[in-house]
C-alpha cells in the first residue's frame, strides 16, 4: 500500500511539471499578405511561449524566439486564393495572439468583364477574384433592391464565368451584382433590359384562402404594421392561416392591398 501510495506521488509531480502544449490553428486564403505574431514570454520565465508554426503542414524557418514574429507566406509558393492552414504549437502556459488574422479572409476583389440579363437568366463574366465567396445577383423592384439569386465564386483570377435563373418583372428590369467579405459588401454597376413578360394581376381583392396570380411572380405579404408575414415566387398563395384584416402585397413590379376576410 506504501509503495502504490509512493508511485501516486511521484506521477502527480511529474504531471504538474509536464509542459502540454497547446495549438492556434487559422484556415483562409492566401491574399498576398503576411501573419504578424505577438509571442510573450512563457509562462515559466524562461523562453518565448510560441514553440513551432506549421503552414499547409510545412515547418516554418522564420525565427519564432522573439517577442514578435512574422509568418512570411510568400516563401510557400502561393497564388492568390489558394487555400492556407496555419498551425501555431506553444506552450500551455501561455499563448501568442495572432494580431491580423484577416489577411487570410477572402475580399472581394472582382472585376466585371461581362455582365447581361436576358429573359429568365442572368450571365457574368468577372476576373481577379482573391477568394471564394457568393456572388448574388439583386434586382430593384418595389422601390428596393431585392435578392434575385446567388452563386458561389469560383475564388480565382482568371476569368470566371457565371449564370443562373432569375424571375423577371414586367417591363424594365435592373440588376446589379453584390458580394461581402469581412468588410462589407461590394457591388458592380447596375444594368438593364426591358422584359417581354405580361402584366401580372391577381385576384380576389377580398380573399378568405387563397390569392392567384395571372402568371408566376416573385411576391410579398406585408400586415397593416410593415411586417414580412409571406414572400416567395408561385402562382398562387395560401392566406387561410393568416389573420383577418388588410394587406400590402408586392409582387409583379408593384405595390397593391388585399383584405384576408
Known amino acids: 500500500m506504501k509503495n502504490l501510495s509512493y508511485i501516486l506521488v511521484v506521477l502527480l509531480i511529474l504531471f504538474k511539471g509536464t509542459a502540454f502544449g497547446g495549438i492556434i490553428t487559422l484556415e483562409g486564403v492566401y491574399q498576398g499578405k503576411n501573419l504578424y505574431v505577438q509571442n510573450p514570454f512563457a509562462g515559466s520565465g524562461v523562453g518565448f511561449c510560441a514553440t513551432e508554426v506549421l503552414v499547409n503542414d510545412v515547418k516554418s524557418t522564420d525565427e519564432i524566439q522573439s517577442s514578435a514574429f512574422e509568418i512570411d507566406l510568400s516563401v510557400y509558393k502561393l497564388k492568390i486564393g489558394d487555400k492556407v492552414k496555419v498551425v501555431i504549437k506553444h506552450k500551455d502556459d501561455c499563448k501568442p495572439k495572432v494580431l491580423n488574422p484577416e489577411n487570410l479572409k477572402p475580399t472581394s476583389t472582382f472585376e466585371v468583364v461581362a455582365f447581361k440579363a436576358e429573359e429568365?437568366?442572368?450571365?457574368?463574366?468577372?476576373?481577379?477574384?482573391?477568394?471564394?465567396?457568393?456572388?448574388?445577383?439583386?434586382?430593384?423592384?418595389?422601390?428596393?433592391?431585392?435578392?434575385?439569386?446567388?452563386?458561389?465564386?469560383?475564388?480565382?483570377?482568371?476569368?470566371?464565368?457565371?449564370?443562373?435563373?432569375?424571375?423577371?418583372?414586367?417591363?424594365?428590369?435592373?440588376?446589379?451584382?453584390?458580394?461581402?467579405?469581412?468588410?462589407?459588401?461590394?457591388?458592380?454597376?447596375?444594368?438593364?433590359?426591358?422584359?417581354?413578360?405580361?402584366?401580372?394581376?391577381?385576384?380576389?381583392?377580398?380573399?378568405?384562402?387563397?390569392?392567384?396570380?395571372?402568371?408566376?411572380?416573385?411576391?410579398?405579404?406585408?400586415?397593416?404594421?410593415?411586417?414580412?408575414?409571406?414572400?416567395?415566387?408561385?402562382?398562387?398563395?395560401?392566406?387561410?392561416?393568416?389573420?383577418?384584416?388588410?394587406?400590402?402585397?408586392?409582387?409583379?413590379?408593384?405595390?397593391?392591398?388585399?383584405?384576408?376576410?
Not at 468577372?126 to 469560383?154: C, D, H, I, M, T
Not at 406585408?222 to 387561410?240: A, E, P, R, W
Open 120 to 261: 429568365g437568366v442572368i450571365k457574368f463574366t468577372v476576373k481577379g477574384e482573391s477568394g471564394s465567396l457568393p456572388f448574388v445577383v439583386e434586382q430593384f423592384r418595389w422601390n428596393k433592391w431585392v435578392k434575385a439569386g446567388e452563386v458561389q465564386g469560383k475564388g480565382t483570377a482568371e476569368e470566371n464565368n457565371y449564370s443562373m435563373k432569375i424571375n423577371n418583372h414586367s417591363g424594365i428590369n435592373k440588376f446589379r451584382i453584390q458580394q461581402t467579405d469581412y468588410r462589407g459588401p461590394k457591388y458592380s454597376n447596375t444594368i438593364q433590359f426591358r422584359s417581354s413578360t405580361k402584366e401580372v394581376t391577381f385576384y380576389p381583392v377580398k380573399a378568405s384562402k387563397d390569392l392567384i396570380f395571372s402568371d408566376e411572380t416573385m411576391y410579398e405579404i406585408f400586415d397593416q404594421y410593415g411586417n414580412l408575414v409571406k414572400k416567395g415566387v408561385g402562382t398562387q398563395v395560401d392566406i387561410s392561416s393568416m389573420p383577418k384584416g388588410p394587406y400590402y402585397l408586392n409582387y409583379d413590379n408593384k405595390t397593391d392591398n388585399f383584405i384576408r376576410k
